[in-house]
């Protein structure tokens, strides 16, 4: 699911969903328990080695330690990591904007199908619009295809009848991959067939198709996504980078100089550790949201937009398109504008303050303690001094 966050900085470290230390932690004890047994084997496998230290494999071991410490400033972490973990959240968010939802056609659908003898070509429009999303969402969302593992689930659902099922099946036996598509033709055929029988207004077509062109893009551009994938040397890149450098970490982080004991690596590598929460988290970052259709944490909610897209579908078509608006009444806006006209057309009328206040709204641009004012402001020539200082001490936006 997505997680949503808010409050001050120490609860939000202490979060568990969604959160770094839910990432990481197995990283995080697999690498502090390979450094503590580098540590603590160490010593004890020289004693039994080279216990009259003629072998020289302590000083070896010092060697090699301060090597890998210096190829760790080798690797470009940082710069590896940023890039990639760009490139992945871009991706990431542009797959959310792929997840069409159907208001914007359905109230085009109104305009263009207003009568009451439209309502059931409304409704059957409205679904068909969420049948394309099930079908198609269930083909890259784990959550939808658990949800729906057969289309008898969607039967279920009330999304689909039997006869719309049977003609689902003739048509993706000949042409496989077809079947999400299927239903947006269906409801062109129905537009089609409410303007021949001269229940629709056919000056809005156009612009219905254009909603429908985009709501059919959005399932392909989702799909085009869900099959082209980041390179996998682009992943495998980074992948190496990272583990490679904790590798030398293992060794190059190691306490050589056992005589120090105020040094605070000689007990826990607290510096390493922050920075293994940093990088392999910006990691993890990356991995996380290459597939978010899937059951982690911060992948999108497609269940829930998929049963808010239908109530608010049948909503649209059903109770607000059958619903008359509200009669017109004179609201504090009104009056206001009324009573302006009124002090412009007399001008013996005294003037008195605004009535737009109420509560803590004032509409006036005095009540504001910061009103926007312009960046710069040029002195023009031949100007009346008193005008330039009146307007320079009021250097408000026109708004």
Request: net charge neutral; charged share 25%; with cysteine.
């Given at each position: 699911?997505?997680?949503?966050?808010?409050?001050?900085?120490?609860?939000?470290?202490?979060?568990?969903?969604?959160?770094?230390?839910?990432?990481?932690?197995?990283?995080?004890?697999?690498?502090?328990?390979?450094?503590?047994?580098?540590?603590?084997?160490?010593?004890?496998?020289?004693?039994?080695?080279?216990?009259?230290?003629?072998?020289?494999?302590?000083?070896?071991?010092?060697?090699?330690?301060?090597?890998?410490?210096?190829?760790?400033?080798?690797?470009?972490?940082?710069?590896?990591?940023?890039?990639?973990?760009?490139?992945?959240?871009?991706?990431?968010?542009?797959?959310?904007?792929?997840?069409?939802?159907?208001?914007?056609?359905?109230?085009?659908?109104?305009?263009?199908?207003?009568?009451?003898?439209?309502?059931?070509?409304?409704?059957?429009?409205?679904?068909?619009?969420?049948?394309?999303?099930?079908?198609?969402?269930?083909?890259?969302?784990?959550?939808?295809?658990?949800?729906?593992?057969?289309?008898?689930?969607?039967?279920?659902?009330?999304?689909?009848?039997?006869?719309?099922?049977?003609?689902?099946?003739?048509?993706?036996?000949?042409?496989?991959?077809?079947?999400?598509?299927?239903?947006?033709?269906?409801?062109?055929?129905?537009?089609?067939?409410?303007?021949?029988?001269?229940?629709?207004?056919?000056?809005?077509?156009?612009?219905?198709?254009?909603?429908?062109?985009?709501?059919r893009i959005s399932f392909r551009r989702l799909y085009c996504h869900d099959w082209v994938c980041v390179p996998l040397v682009y992943t495998q890149v980074a992948a190496l980078a990272t583990y490679s450098y904790f590798f030398f970490c293992l060794f190059g982080r190691q306490d050589l100089n056992h005589d120090d004991f105020y040094s605070l690596d000689?007990?826990?590598?607290?510096?390493?550790?922050?920075?293994?929460?940093?990088?392999?988290?910006?990691?993890?970052?990356?991995?996380?949201?290459?597939?978010?259709?899937?059951?982690?944490?911060?992948?999108?909610?497609?269940?829930?937009?998929?049963?808010?897209?239908?109530?608010?579908?049948?909503?649209i078509v059903d109770s607000l398109q059958d619903d008359d608006p509200p009669k017109f009444e004179e609201d504090v806006f009104w009056k206001h504008h009324s009573e302006q006209q009124q002090m412009h057309q007399n001008m013996f009328l005294p003037k008195v303050p605004s009535s737009l206040k109420w509560g803590r709204i004032d509409l006036s641009r005095?009540?504001?303690?910061?009103?926007?004012?312009?960046?710069?402001?040029?002195?023009?020539?031949?100007?009346?001094?008193?005008?330039?200082?009146?307007?320079?001490?009021?250097?408000?936006?026109?708004?």
């Amino acid at each position: 699911m997505t997680i949503s966050y808010s409050g001050n900085f120490f609860r939000l470290l202490l979060r568990w969903k969604g959160s770094i230390w839910r990432s990481v932690w197995r990283e995080l004890f697999f690498f502090l328990f390979l450094f503590y047994a580098i540590r603590f084997s160490a010593p004890h496998f020289f004693d039994w080695a080279d216990p009259d230290e003629t072998k020289g494999y302590r000083k070896i071991f010092k060697v090699m330690c301060n090597e890998f410490h210096e190829y760790t400033k080798m690797i470009p972490l940082t710069f590896l990591l940023g890039f990639y973990v760009s490139n992945v959240v871009s991706r990431w968010w542009r797959q959310f904007e792929c997840l069409k939802w159907p208001e914007d056609f359905l109230s085009i659908l109104c305009l263009l199908l207003p009568s009451k003898e439209s309502r059931p070509a409304r409704h059957q429009i409205a679904r068909y619009l969420n049948l394309t999303s099930a079908l198609a969402w269930r083909d890259v969302s784990t959550k939808i295809r658990l949800r729906f593992p057969c289309l008898r689930n969607i039967i279920d659902a009330g999304l689909l009848t039997e006869k719309e099922y049977e003609k689902l099946q003739d048509i993706n036996e000949p042409s496989p991959g077809i079947r999400w598509l299927t239903p947006l033709h269906w409801v062109q055929q129905l537009i089609d067939a409410e303007i021949a029988a001269g229940r629709g207004n056919a000056n809005f077509v156009s612009v219905a198709m254009n909603e429908l062109k985009a709501f059919r893009i959005s399932f392909r551009r989702l799909y085009c996504h869900d099959w082209v994938c980041v390179p996998l040397v682009y992943t495998q890149v980074a992948a190496l980078a990272t583990y490679s450098y904790f590798f030398f970490c293992l060794f190059g982080r190691q306490d050589l100089n056992h005589d120090d004991f105020y040094s605070l690596d000689s007990f826990f590598p607290l510096f390493t550790v922050v920075q293994f929460l940093f990088f392999v988290g910006w990691f993890k970052v990356g991995q996380d949201l290459m597939r978010p259709f899937g059951l982690d944490d911060d992948d999108f909610e497609l269940s829930y937009i998929l049963d808010r897209n239908i109530v608010t579908s049948f909503t649209i078509v059903d109770s607000l398109q059958d619903d008359d608006p509200p009669k017109f009444e004179e609201d504090v806006f009104w009056k206001h504008h009324s009573e302006q006209q009124q002090m412009h057309q007399n001008m013996f009328l005294p003037k008195v303050p605004s009535s737009l206040k109420w509560g803590r709204i004032d509409l006036s641009r005095n009540a504001h303690k910061h009103p926007p004012k312009l960046h710069t402001y040029l002195e023009m020539k031949h100007q009346d001094p008193e005008e330039y200082k009146n307007r320079k001490n009021n250097k408000f936006i026109a708004w």
